[in-house]
Protein backbone atom coordinates (compact mmCIF):
# COMPACT_ATOMS: atom_id res chain seq x y z
CA UNK A 1 0.00 0.00 0.00
CA UNK A 2 1.10 3.07 -1.28
CA UNK A 3 1.84 5.71 2.04
CA UNK A 4 -0.12 8.90 1.72
CA UNK A 5 0.93 12.13 3.53
CA UNK A 6 -0.79 15.33 4.50
CA UNK A 7 -0.64 18.73 5.53
CA UNK A 8 -3.04 20.40 8.64
CA UNK A 9 -3.78 24.13 8.43
CA UNK A 10 -4.81 24.53 12.36
CA UNK A 11 -5.96 27.72 11.95
CA UNK A 12 -7.59 30.29 14.81
CA UNK A 13 -10.82 31.14 12.95
CA UNK A 14 -10.91 28.04 9.96
CA UNK A 15 -8.98 24.79 9.71
CA UNK A 16 -8.62 22.58 6.48
CA UNK A 17 -6.55 19.18 5.67
CA UNK A 18 -5.06 17.99 2.15
CA UNK A 19 -3.50 15.00 1.56
CA UNK A 20 -1.07 14.01 -1.22
CA UNK A 21 -2.44 10.45 -2.46
CA UNK A 22 -0.43 9.44 -5.79
CA UNK A 23 1.38 12.87 -6.46
CA UNK A 24 -2.14 14.18 -6.27
CA UNK A 25 -2.79 17.02 -4.23
CA UNK A 26 -6.86 17.68 -2.93
CA UNK A 27 -8.40 19.32 0.18
CA UNK A 28 -10.21 16.91 2.16
CA UNK A 29 -14.08 17.53 2.46
CA UNK A 30 -14.45 18.34 6.52
CA UNK A 31 -17.75 19.25 6.79
CA UNK A 32 -20.57 18.18 4.29
CA UNK A 33 -19.03 19.07 1.08
CA UNK A 34 -17.08 22.24 2.66
CA UNK A 35 -13.49 21.66 2.82
CA UNK A 36 -12.51 24.00 5.00
CA UNK A 37 -14.18 23.83 9.27
CA UNK A 38 -14.47 26.66 11.48
CA UNK A 39 -11.99 26.25 14.10
CA UNK A 40 -15.49 25.47 16.51
CA UNK A 41 -16.44 22.88 19.11
CA UNK A 42 -19.44 22.69 21.58
CA UNK A 43 -19.65 20.42 23.53
CA UNK A 44 -23.48 19.24 24.48
CA UNK A 45 -24.43 19.28 28.35
CA UNK A 46 -26.31 16.63 28.42
CA UNK A 47 -23.56 13.69 27.81
CA UNK A 48 -20.49 15.62 26.76
CA UNK A 49 -20.71 14.78 23.09
CA UNK A 50 -18.55 16.90 21.11
CA UNK A 51 -20.01 18.84 17.83
CA UNK A 52 -17.37 20.64 15.73
CA UNK A 53 -17.31 23.46 12.96
CA UNK A 54 -20.95 24.87 11.48
CA UNK A 55 -22.69 22.01 13.30
CA UNK A 56 -20.73 23.77 16.75
CA UNK A 57 -21.56 27.30 15.47
CA UNK A 58 -25.47 25.89 14.65
CA UNK A 59 -26.32 24.27 17.58
CA UNK A 60 -24.74 27.42 20.10
CA UNK A 61 -26.42 29.96 18.14
CA UNK A 62 -29.75 27.85 18.52
CA UNK A 63 -29.41 28.19 22.09
CA UNK A 64 -28.74 24.35 22.88
CA UNK A 65 -27.58 23.66 26.30
CA UNK A 66 -23.72 22.98 26.56
CA UNK A 67 -20.17 25.10 25.97
CA UNK A 68 -18.88 26.26 22.90
CA UNK A 69 -15.42 27.16 22.61
CA UNK A 70 -13.74 28.73 19.73
CA UNK A 71 -10.10 30.48 18.77
CA UNK A 72 -8.53 27.70 20.26
CA UNK A 73 -5.42 27.97 18.87
CA UNK A 74 -4.58 31.00 20.66
CA UNK A 75 -4.21 29.52 23.79
CA UNK A 76 -1.48 27.36 22.32
CA UNK A 77 1.75 28.24 24.82
CA UNK A 78 -0.15 29.74 26.85
CA UNK A 79 -0.71 28.97 30.94
CA UNK A 80 -4.05 28.19 29.72
CA UNK A 81 -2.90 25.24 28.27
CA UNK A 82 -2.26 23.84 31.92
CA UNK A 83 -4.72 25.63 33.58
CA UNK A 84 -7.47 23.99 31.39
CA UNK A 85 -11.46 25.37 31.58
CA UNK A 86 -14.98 23.90 33.06
CA UNK A 87 -16.96 21.97 30.37
CA UNK A 88 -20.45 21.30 31.40
CA UNK A 89 -19.29 21.40 34.97
CA UNK A 90 -16.42 19.06 34.49
CA UNK A 91 -12.52 20.56 34.46
CA UNK A 92 -10.88 19.81 31.13
CA UNK A 93 -7.82 20.68 29.75
CA UNK A 94 -7.05 22.77 26.18
CA UNK A 95 -4.87 19.87 24.93
CA UNK A 96 -7.54 17.47 25.27
CA UNK A 97 -10.45 19.86 23.35
CA UNK A 98 -7.90 20.74 20.81
CA UNK A 99 -6.63 16.92 20.13
CA UNK A 100 -10.40 16.06 19.82
CA UNK A 101 -10.50 18.32 16.93
CA UNK A 102 -7.69 17.95 15.03
CA UNK A 103 -8.85 14.18 15.17
CA UNK A 104 -11.92 14.65 14.39
CA UNK A 105 -10.47 16.41 11.22
CA UNK A 106 -7.96 13.50 10.57
CA UNK A 107 -10.80 10.80 10.66
CA UNK A 108 -12.44 12.94 7.66
CA UNK A 109 -8.56 12.36 5.64
CA UNK A 110 -8.06 8.86 6.65
CA UNK A 111 -11.23 7.93 5.35
CA UNK A 112 -10.97 9.65 2.07
CA UNK A 113 -7.30 8.23 1.91
CA UNK A 114 -8.28 4.69 2.61
CA UNK A 115 -5.77 4.44 5.63
CA UNK A 116 -4.35 5.60 8.86
CA UNK A 117 -2.56 8.71 8.19
CA UNK A 118 0.97 8.67 9.79
CA UNK A 119 2.84 11.63 8.13
CA UNK A 120 1.70 15.33 8.08
CA UNK A 121 3.21 18.47 7.97
CA UNK A 122 1.69 20.93 10.39
CA UNK A 123 1.09 24.19 9.46
CA UNK A 124 2.40 26.99 11.99
CA UNK A 125 2.40 30.63 12.51
CA UNK A 126 5.91 32.74 12.31
CA UNK A 127 5.03 33.55 16.39
CA UNK A 128 2.36 31.37 18.09
CA UNK A 129 3.14 34.43 20.86
CA UNK A 130 5.06 37.88 20.46
CA UNK A 131 8.14 38.14 21.75
CA UNK A 132 8.42 34.80 23.76
CA UNK A 133 10.78 32.30 22.18
CA UNK A 134 10.07 29.87 25.26
CA UNK A 135 6.47 30.09 24.70
CA UNK A 136 6.87 29.89 21.20
CA UNK A 137 8.90 26.95 21.07
CA UNK A 138 6.17 25.43 23.89
CA UNK A 139 3.26 26.11 21.35
CA UNK A 140 5.16 24.01 18.61
CA UNK A 141 6.08 21.38 20.96
CA UNK A 142 2.22 20.94 22.66
CA UNK A 143 0.91 20.84 18.75
CA UNK A 144 3.54 17.92 18.39
CA UNK A 145 2.53 16.25 21.35
CA UNK A 146 -1.03 16.36 20.11
CA UNK A 147 -0.43 15.49 16.40
CA UNK A 148 1.21 12.71 17.93
CA UNK A 149 -1.92 11.34 20.39
CA UNK A 150 -3.98 11.33 17.31
CA UNK A 151 -2.24 9.10 15.15
CA UNK A 152 0.52 10.88 13.39
CA UNK A 153 4.19 8.88 13.81
CA UNK A 154 6.20 11.32 11.33
CA UNK A 155 5.67 15.08 12.11
CA UNK A 156 7.11 18.16 10.30
CA UNK A 157 5.82 22.18 10.78
CA UNK A 158 6.15 24.79 7.98
CA UNK A 159 5.37 28.42 8.94
CA UNK A 160 1.54 29.06 7.59
CA UNK A 161 2.64 31.74 4.57
CA UNK A 162 5.46 29.80 3.32
CA UNK A 163 2.81 26.75 2.45
CA UNK A 164 0.47 29.61 0.68
CA UNK A 165 3.15 30.48 -1.52
CA UNK A 166 3.83 26.93 -2.23
CA UNK A 167 -0.19 26.60 -3.05
CA UNK A 168 0.06 29.63 -5.75
CA UNK A 169 3.23 28.50 -7.03
CA UNK A 170 2.01 25.64 -9.41
CA UNK A 171 0.29 28.28 -11.62
CA UNK A 172 3.21 30.26 -12.02
CA UNK A 173 5.05 30.68 -14.85
CA UNK A 174 8.73 32.21 -14.65
CA UNK A 175 10.28 33.02 -11.76
CA UNK A 176 8.66 35.72 -8.92
CA UNK A 177 9.93 37.44 -6.19
CA UNK A 178 6.62 37.24 -4.15
CA UNK A 179 5.55 38.45 -0.80
CA UNK A 180 2.99 36.52 1.23
CA UNK A 181 0.40 38.01 3.43
CA UNK A 182 -1.07 35.37 5.50
CA UNK A 183 -3.17 36.92 7.49
CA UNK A 184 -6.16 34.62 10.16
CA UNK A 185 -7.94 35.28 12.99
CA UNK A 186 -5.06 34.96 15.43
CA UNK A 187 -2.08 35.84 13.62
CA UNK A 188 -0.48 38.01 10.64
CA UNK A 189 2.61 36.44 9.32
CA UNK A 190 4.84 37.15 6.04
CA UNK A 191 7.57 35.42 3.74
CA UNK A 192 9.38 37.16 1.03
CA UNK A 193 9.93 33.87 -1.50
CA UNK A 194 11.49 33.53 -4.66
CA UNK A 195 8.55 31.09 -6.54
CA UNK A 196 9.01 29.48 -10.22
CA UNK A 197 6.35 26.35 -11.21
CA UNK A 198 10.34 24.80 -11.97
CA UNK A 199 10.95 24.95 -8.17
CA UNK A 200 7.99 22.62 -6.81
CA UNK A 201 9.46 19.71 -6.34
CA UNK A 202 13.27 20.94 -4.82
CA UNK A 203 13.58 19.50 -1.51
CA UNK A 204 15.17 22.52 0.08
CA UNK A 205 13.82 25.31 -0.54
CA UNK A 206 15.97 27.54 2.07
CA UNK A 207 17.65 29.83 -0.62
CA UNK A 208 14.17 30.52 -2.31
CA UNK A 209 12.96 31.70 0.93
CA UNK A 210 14.32 35.32 1.82
CA UNK A 211 12.89 36.23 5.14
CA UNK A 212 10.13 35.49 7.94
CA UNK A 213 8.14 37.68 9.82
CA UNK A 214 4.86 37.61 12.20
CA UNK A 215 2.97 39.13 14.59
CA UNK A 216 0.13 38.34 16.89
CA UNK A 217 -2.52 40.39 15.41
CA UNK A 218 -5.43 39.37 13.46
CA UNK A 219 -9.22 39.23 12.30
CA UNK A 220 -9.79 38.74 16.30
CA UNK A 221 -8.39 41.16 17.20
CA UNK A 222 -10.53 43.20 14.21
CA UNK A 223 -13.45 42.23 15.89
CA UNK A 224 -12.57 43.00 19.34
CA UNK A 225 -11.22 46.63 18.04
CA UNK A 226 -14.50 47.28 16.36
CA UNK A 227 -16.92 45.83 19.69
CA UNK A 228 -14.77 48.31 22.13
CA UNK A 229 -15.71 51.33 19.48
CA UNK A 230 -19.12 50.73 18.30
CA UNK A 231 -20.99 48.39 20.72
CA UNK A 232 -19.80 48.07 24.14
CA UNK A 233 -20.27 51.63 24.95
CA UNK A 234 -23.87 51.22 24.11
CA UNK A 235 -23.80 48.22 26.88
CA UNK A 236 -22.10 50.54 29.41
CA UNK A 237 -18.41 51.20 28.75
CA UNK A 238 -16.85 53.97 30.03
CA UNK A 239 -19.88 54.78 31.94
CA UNK A 240 -19.64 55.43 35.28
CA UNK A 241 -20.78 54.91 38.85
CA UNK A 242 -21.35 55.96 42.41
CA UNK A 243 -21.32 59.22 44.55
CA UNK A 244 -17.29 59.42 42.92
CA UNK A 245 -18.30 59.07 39.26
CA UNK A 246 -15.70 56.30 38.98
CA UNK A 247 -15.77 54.39 35.32
CA UNK A 248 -17.05 51.33 35.60
CA UNK A 249 -14.77 48.13 35.20
CA UNK A 250 -13.50 47.78 32.11
CA UNK A 251 -12.37 43.80 32.07
CA UNK A 252 -15.48 42.78 31.98
CA UNK A 253 -15.99 44.65 28.20
CA UNK A 254 -12.49 43.73 27.21
CA UNK A 255 -13.19 39.87 28.26
CA UNK A 256 -16.47 40.16 26.04
CA UNK A 257 -14.58 41.47 23.14
CA UNK A 258 -12.44 38.78 22.78
CA UNK A 259 -13.62 34.84 21.77
CA UNK A 260 -11.09 32.85 23.58
CA UNK A 261 -12.44 34.52 26.57
CA UNK A 262 -16.17 35.05 26.46
CA UNK A 263 -16.71 32.19 29.02
CA UNK A 264 -14.78 32.94 32.13
CA UNK A 265 -17.07 35.85 32.43
CA UNK A 266 -20.40 32.99 33.20
CA UNK A 267 -19.55 33.29 36.68
CA UNK A 268 -21.50 33.69 39.90
CA UNK A 269 -18.86 36.31 40.98
CA UNK A 270 -19.07 38.52 38.12
CA UNK A 271 -22.46 38.34 37.40
CA UNK A 272 -22.95 39.45 41.18
CA UNK A 273 -20.56 42.57 40.91
CA UNK A 274 -22.74 43.43 38.17
CA UNK A 275 -25.61 43.52 39.51
CA UNK A 276 -24.34 45.75 42.60
CA UNK A 277 -22.80 48.63 40.26
CA UNK A 278 -25.92 48.35 38.63
CA UNK A 279 -28.02 49.76 41.49
CA UNK A 280 -25.24 52.79 41.30
CA UNK A 281 -24.62 53.19 37.49
CA UNK A 282 -25.16 56.63 36.43
CA UNK A 283 -26.64 55.16 32.81
CA UNK A 284 -28.89 52.40 34.09
CA UNK A 285 -30.53 51.72 30.54
CA UNK A 286 -27.26 50.66 28.53
CA UNK A 287 -25.33 49.01 31.70
CA UNK A 288 -28.37 46.57 32.41
CA UNK A 289 -27.42 45.33 28.84
CA UNK A 290 -24.26 44.28 30.24
CA UNK A 291 -25.84 42.46 32.84
CA UNK A 292 -28.53 41.19 30.20
CA UNK A 293 -25.60 39.30 27.96
CA UNK A 294 -23.74 38.00 31.10
CA UNK A 295 -27.23 36.51 32.76
CA UNK A 296 -28.04 34.84 29.59
CA UNK A 297 -24.46 33.53 28.06
CA UNK A 298 -24.95 35.64 24.97
CA UNK A 299 -21.32 36.69 24.37
CA UNK A 300 -20.47 34.78 21.87
CA UNK A 301 -23.65 36.17 20.22
CA UNK A 302 -22.83 39.25 20.83
CA UNK A 303 -19.47 38.94 19.10
CA UNK A 304 -20.24 37.22 16.56
CA UNK A 305 -22.57 40.42 15.89
CA UNK A 306 -19.26 42.31 15.61
CA UNK A 307 -17.76 39.81 13.65
CA UNK A 308 -20.95 39.80 10.96
CA UNK A 309 -20.51 43.77 11.25
CA UNK A 310 -16.73 44.03 10.05
CA UNK A 311 -17.29 41.07 7.25
CA UNK A 312 -20.26 43.67 5.58
CA UNK A 313 -18.41 46.94 6.39
CA UNK A 314 -15.51 46.01 4.14
CA UNK A 315 -18.07 46.13 0.84
CA UNK A 316 -20.64 48.63 2.53
CA UNK A 317 -19.79 52.36 4.05
CA UNK A 318 -22.27 51.72 6.94
CA UNK A 319 -24.42 49.15 9.02
CA UNK A 320 -27.51 48.55 11.18
CA UNK A 321 -26.67 45.68 13.20
CA UNK A 322 -29.13 44.00 14.81
CA UNK A 323 -29.16 42.99 18.86
CA UNK A 324 -32.54 42.01 19.56
CA UNK A 325 -31.31 39.03 21.56
CA UNK A 326 -30.09 42.01 24.34
CA UNK A 327 -33.37 44.11 24.02
CA UNK A 328 -36.18 44.41 21.79
CA UNK A 329 -36.01 46.32 18.63
CA UNK A 330 -31.73 47.04 19.80
CA UNK A 331 -29.55 48.16 16.72
CA UNK A 332 -26.54 49.93 16.49
CA UNK A 333 -25.50 51.54 13.25
CA UNK A 334 -22.02 51.05 12.55
CA UNK A 335 -20.03 53.28 9.91
CA UNK A 336 -17.30 51.71 8.05
CA UNK A 337 -15.04 54.94 9.10
CA UNK A 338 -15.61 54.24 12.64
CA UNK A 339 -14.34 50.62 12.17
CA UNK A 340 -11.47 51.82 10.55
CA UNK A 341 -10.25 53.91 13.37
CA UNK A 342 -10.93 51.31 15.67
CA UNK A 343 -8.16 49.16 13.63
CA UNK A 344 -5.88 51.85 12.51
CA UNK A 345 -3.38 50.83 15.25
CA UNK A 346 -3.85 47.48 14.15
CA UNK A 347 -3.03 47.34 10.32
CA UNK A 348 -0.04 49.58 11.31
CA UNK A 349 1.17 46.87 13.05
CA UNK A 350 0.42 44.58 10.09
CA UNK A 351 1.99 46.82 7.78
CA UNK A 352 5.14 46.94 9.96
CA UNK A 353 5.66 43.41 10.07
CA UNK A 354 5.46 43.47 5.96
CA UNK A 355 8.11 45.75 5.74
CA UNK A 356 10.31 44.23 8.51
CA UNK A 357 9.79 41.27 5.93
CA UNK A 358 11.15 43.50 3.42
CA UNK A 359 14.19 44.77 5.50
CA UNK A 360 15.14 41.37 6.41
CA UNK A 361 15.05 39.78 3.00
CA UNK A 362 17.13 42.95 1.52
CA UNK A 363 14.47 44.24 -0.77
CA UNK A 364 12.53 46.79 -1.76
CA UNK A 365 8.91 47.46 -2.23
CA UNK A 366 9.40 47.67 -6.10
CA UNK A 367 11.16 44.66 -6.57
CA UNK A 368 7.99 42.72 -5.50
CA UNK A 369 6.81 41.12 -8.51
CA UNK A 370 3.74 39.65 -6.60
CA UNK A 371 1.37 40.16 -3.32
CA UNK A 372 0.01 36.69 -2.15
CA UNK A 373 -2.98 37.28 -0.14
CA UNK A 374 -4.56 34.43 2.05
CA UNK A 375 -6.11 34.48 5.09
CA UNK A 376 -9.71 35.39 5.84
CA UNK A 377 -8.81 39.10 7.36
CA UNK A 378 -7.51 39.94 4.25
CA UNK A 379 -10.64 40.67 2.68
CA UNK A 380 -10.85 43.83 5.17
CA UNK A 381 -11.28 47.23 2.61
CA UNK A 382 -8.55 49.09 4.66
CA UNK A 383 -6.19 46.20 4.71
CA UNK A 384 -6.41 45.58 0.88
CA UNK A 385 -6.04 49.38 0.46
CA UNK A 386 -2.61 49.20 2.48
CA UNK A 387 -1.10 46.29 0.68
CA UNK A 388 -2.05 48.05 -2.74
CA UNK A 389 -0.50 51.00 -1.30
CA UNK A 390 2.62 49.23 -0.15
CA UNK A 391 3.15 47.39 -3.56
CA UNK A 392 1.81 49.19 -6.57
CA UNK A 393 3.23 47.72 -8.91
CA UNK A 394 3.28 44.37 -8.14
CA UNK A 395 -0.36 41.49 -9.27
CA UNK A 396 -2.04 40.58 -6.51
CA UNK A 397 -3.00 37.26 -5.96
CA UNK A 398 -6.15 36.43 -3.23
CA UNK A 399 -7.66 33.63 -4.52
CA UNK A 400 -8.29 30.09 -1.95
CA UNK A 401 -8.40 33.04 1.03
CA UNK A 402 -9.55 30.04 3.15
CA UNK A 403 -7.62 26.88 1.98
CA UNK A 404 -4.07 27.91 0.24
CA UNK A 405 -2.07 27.49 3.93
CA UNK A 406 -4.00 23.70 3.52
CA UNK A 407 -2.95 22.77 0.23
CA UNK A 408 0.41 24.08 0.17
CA UNK A 409 1.58 22.12 3.56
CA UNK A 410 0.12 18.63 1.54
CA UNK A 411 2.59 20.18 -1.35
CA UNK A 412 5.43 20.21 0.92
CA UNK A 413 4.27 16.85 2.83
CA UNK A 414 4.93 15.50 -0.78
CA UNK A 415 8.63 16.71 -0.79
CA UNK A 416 9.52 16.16 2.81
CA UNK A 417 8.16 12.42 2.97
CA UNK A 418 8.47 11.64 -1.03
CA UNK A 419 12.09 10.44 -0.92
CA UNK A 420 11.81 8.96 2.22
CA UNK A 421 8.67 6.85 1.46
CA UNK A 422 10.32 5.49 -1.74
CA UNK A 423 13.46 4.24 0.30
CA UNK A 424 10.81 2.18 2.99
Known amino acids: ?29 VENAQVTIP ?7 SDNKAFYGRMAVNLFFDRQDGRFMRSLKRVLGTPLMKQGTLVNGASMNFSSIITSFLKHIKNKADAVAGQELEHVVMGRPVHFVDNDPAADARAQDELRAIAQRIGFKHIEFQFEPIAAAFAH ?12 ADLGGGTSDFTVIRLSNQYIHKADRSSDILANTGIRVGGNDFDKELSLAAIMPELGYRSTYGEKYLEVPLKPFHDLAEWSKVNFLYTPKIIQQVRQLLHQSHDKKRYRRLLNVLEHETGHTLLAAAEGAKIVLSDQYEYKALFDFIEEDF ?11 AIREDVDKIAASARQCLMEAGVRNQDIDLVILTGGTTEVYSVQAEFKRLFPNAAIADENKL ?12 NKFGEKRERS
Open 331 to 341: SIGIQRSVFEE
Open 403 to 414: SSVGLGLAYDSQ
Open 39 to 45: SAIFFQR
Open 169 to 180: EARLSGEKLAIV
Open 1 to 29: MTTISCGIDFGTSNSSIAIDKDGEISLVP
